[in-house]
């Protein structure tokens, strides 16, 4: 069977480290903060986020191709080492996953009838030890491993005459 547009962010992998990242970010810090729980979501996190760049690329009417996720894995494990060791990165994460999740703020005080908070950045640990996590896209890579099967190669050049 050939595979379908994202259907990567389906596998028992990505749904169990999607499930991890959820969590141990939510609860699993807040009862044992510690390294353990620290790497255990940066681990979840490598996994599951080459799967939802693959996702977007697919369902935005990209190619459904291993290719594409390994350009994933490779921005995703880049993009993680920028935010661990370049204060650049690092700030531009915080501040944009704090507007990430701002909306959710918003619409939760609307609900519940309290005053709309103000947006503000999230707090991440800058950790260089964090690096140790980086092989875990490779589990990315072996749950898009089916990805070209039954998908016809598309080319540019002309047909032989």
Not at 18 to 38: F, I, R, Y
Not at 45 to 71: D, H, I, K, M, S
Not at 108 to 120: C, V
């Amino acid at each position: 069977m050939p595979p379908r547009r994202a259907d990567g962010l389906t596998h028992p992998l990505a749904l169990g480290a999607m499930l991890v990242l959820a969590a141990n970010d939510h609860w699993g810090k807040a009862a044992w903060p510690g390294v353990v729980t620290g790497k255990l979501s940066d681990v979840a996190g490598l996994v599951f986020f080459p799967l939802l760049l693959q996702a977007l690329w697919e369902l935005g009417g990209g190619a459904v191709r291993r290719r594409v996720l390994v350009v994933c894995c490779v921005v995703t494990a880049l993009g993680f080492v920028a935010v661990k060791i370049w204060p650049p990165a690092h700030a531009l994460y915080e501040h944009g996953l704090g507007l990430l999740q701002w909306p959710y703020w918003a619409a939760r005080a609307a609900l519940t009838g309290a005053s709309t908070p103000p947006w503000t950045p999230v707090s991440l640990a800058a950790d260089p030890t964090d690096l140790i996590a980086i092989p875990a896209v490779l589990g990315a890579l072996w749950a898009g491993r089916r990805r070209d099967v039954g998908a016809p190669e598309r080319t540019d050049a002309a047909p032989p005459r």
